[in-house]
C-alpha cells in the first residue's frame, strides 16, 4: 500500500504563509490528489483537490488563499497556503482518488497548522 507523509505545517501569525507537501512512497501519475483538514472533535473537511489532469478545486473558504499543485516526478503533492486566517487552524491530511473519486489507502498522520491572531 502506497503511504502518505504530510509536512510543512507550524505556527504562524494571522496573514501569514506556509507550504505544505505530501510525499507518497509509490506514483500519483495516474490518481486525483486531495487536501483535507481536521479540526479537534470534528469530520475532515475538504479543503482541495487536484486531477491526474491538472485541474483544481477549492472550498469557498480557502477559494484565492490557497493553491494546490503537483510535481509527478517526485510523487508530491503540495499546499500553499496564503493569508491564513485563525479559522484554518487543523490537521491537514492528504489523500490519494481515483478518476472515478474513490479514496484510495488509508488516512496518514497529518501535519499540524496553527494560524494565530
Known amino acids: 500500500q502506497v503511504q502518505l507523509v504530510e509536512a510543512g505545517g507550524g505556527l504562524v501569525q494571522a496573514g501569514g504563509s506556509l507550504r505544505l507537501s505530501c510525499a507518497a512512497s509509490g506514483s500519483i501519475i495516474s490518481n486525483n490528489m486531495g487536501w483535507y483538514l481536521q479540526a479537534p472533535g470534528k469530520q475532515p473537511e475538504f479543503v482541495a483537490n487536484i486531477t491526474s489532469g491538472g485541474s483544481n478545486n477549492y472550498a469557498d473558504s480557502v477559494q484565492g488563499r490557497f493553491t494546490i499543485s503537483r510535481d509527478n516526478a517526485k510523487d508530491t503533492v503540495y499546499l500553499q497556503m496564503n493569508s491564513l486566517k485563525p479559522e484554518d487552524t487543523a490537521v491537514y491530511y492528504c489523500?490519494?482518488?481515483?478518476?472515478?473519486?474513490?479514496?484510495?489507502?488509508?488516512w496518514g498522520q497529518g501535519t499540524q497548522v496553527t494560524v494565530s491572531s
Open positions: 489523500r490519494t482518488f481515483t478518476t472515478s473519486g474513490r479514496a484510495l489507502y488509508n
